[in-house]
């Protein structure tokens, strides 16, 4: 009997363990891209984040992306990943 676990993911933004469905992963390509992959499939160093701006915002600011992905992070990349996630502020 046994039971399957959910795989667990922390968010970079919150810190909280969540399970791999409710966050949403970020890719460093082997290119050097960082993008948000929603498939979670891509090839790369990847790192989870909870899909709202407001964790975006927190792994930003404790620059925690470019700790986990061992790669800078520029403010269009950034902006890049917040049009892909949904926000309180978006103006769509
Ligand atoms: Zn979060």
Same mark, same amino acid.
């Given at each position: 009997m046994k039971i399957r676990k959910v795989p667990l993911r922390v968010c970079i933004g919150c810190q909280e363990q969540k399970s791999k469905r409710e966050l949403v992963r970020i890719v460093r390509t082997p290119e050097g891209n960082i993008e948000l992959d929603?498939?979670? @499939? @891509?090839?790369g160093r990847g790192t989870y984040i909870c899909p709202n701006r407001h964790c975006l915002d927190a792994a930003v600011k404790g620059k925690r992306i470019e700790r986990s992905l061992k790669h800078a992070i520029s403010p269009t990349i950034v902006g890049e990943l917040a049009k892909q996630l949904p926000g309180e502020d978006s103006d769509v």
């Open positions: 929603p498939t979670g @499939k @891509k090839a």
